[in-house]
């Protein structure tokens, strides 16, 4: 559980709403809500295009609501804390707020109590 709960703090960090609490988080994938659709529809696309970095979209009713990053299987924290870092960039540049390290600091100070 390491990874989601990394990946949860950081994600807090950068002002994203987690789709559901602590105590129900799924240890494989990771639901948040953006600020807005709009902002929603740009960190896929610049993940994608920037980053090269895919993540999931919602499904049924949470289509163009959510966005799920997954850790399951082979996942390091590395490969989540580049999508952490590549989130702080986007928000930084879309938001016009800094939130550059934020995100990353809290995400490694997880990995670095639990490992």
Request: charged share 25%.
């Amino acid at each position: 559980y390491m990874i989601r709960d990394a990946l949860r703090v950081a994600l807090k960090a950068l002002d994203l709403k987690l789709l559901v609490k602590d105590d129900v988080a799924s240890p494989t994938v990771t639901a948040f809500i953006s600020n807005s659709k709009d902002e929603l529809a740009l960190i896929k696309n610049q993940l994608k295009s920037r980053f090269n970095i895919t993540i999931a979209g919602g499904q049924g009713k949470l289509k163009g609501t959510i966005l799920r990053i997954g850790h399951m299987g082979k996942v390091s924290p590395f490969d989540i804390l580049s999508v952490v870092s590549a989130l702080e960039i986007i928000l930084t540049d879309y938001r016009k707020i800094n939130y550059i390290g934020k995100a990353t600091l809290k995400f490694t100070e997880v990995i670095q109590h639990d490992a």
